[in-house]
């Protein structure tokens, strides 16, 4: 009688090269990662950022002498008449950093068209000019409510109201504008006129007898 070969695959090397490894493993390989994830490439990281961008690492902050006085990527709320005024901003009080946000009110929204009906009013009366040519940035917030910026329009539509608050021609005033206005480092996106920076330069060109309440 023939016998046939035996087809029965052969067992698994029970050698400890085939075992997994144990929790101790596991441990040491959670650490590695931690360590590496979590401490090791945040601080390289920190380092390399403050070395190669000291100013941004250090939040853009604009000093006027030795005194902090804001940074460049926050707006301010300005008023009286000697100052260039920014978007309205949604965050808690205005421009506050901790809550920012955008009005979350969709365009359809009455009240989001009251608001900026009311505020188109307002700056029309402020600025002496008819409330179509008043920039739709100087009516809407930014999504976070931060926004350092306005549009060349918006702070142009201001020049005249400034010039005379300050005694200067309005072409010195757009010689400011020109030097407050930022672009992207890639050339993307539009111009911004970042209205702190204008503002601070406004006070070393044409000081103010009493700077109003900010």
Request: with cysteine; charged share 15%; net charge neutral.
């Amino acid at each position: 009688m023939t016998t046939l070969p035996d087809s029965r695959p052969e067992p698994l090397d029970p050698s400890p090269t085939g075992t997994q490894p144990g929790l101790l493993g596991w441990l040491r390989f959670t650490a590695l990662w931690i360590a590496v994830c979590g401490l090791a490439y945040p601080a390289v990281t920190t380092l390399l950022g403050g070395a190669l961008f000291p100013a941004q690492a250090s939040g853009s902050l604009i000093t006027r002498g030795t005194q902090v006085v804001g940074s460049a990527l926050v707006g301010q709320t300005f008023t009286g008449d000697g100052y260039f005024i920014g978007r309205p901003s949604a965050a808690g009080s205005g421009y506050d950093p901790v809550n920012a946000s955008g009005s979350n009110l969709a365009p359809s929204n009455p009240a989001l068209r009251e608001r900026a009906q009311a505020l188109s009013r307002q700056i029309a009366a402020r600025e002496g000019v008819s409330a179509d040519r008043i920039p739709p940035d100087l009516l809407t917030a930014s999504g976070s409510g931060l926004d350092p910026h306005i549009s060349p329009a918006g702070a142009q539509v201001q020049v005249p109201r400034v010039a005379r608050a300050r005694g200067l021609s309005q072409d010195a005033v757009l010689t400011l504008i020109a030097g407050a206005t930022e672009r992207s480092a890639l050339g993307l996106g539009q111009p911004g006129v970042n209205v702190l920076k204008l503002n601070l330069a406004l006070d070393a060109a044409a000081p103010l007898p009493a700077t109003p309440a900010r």
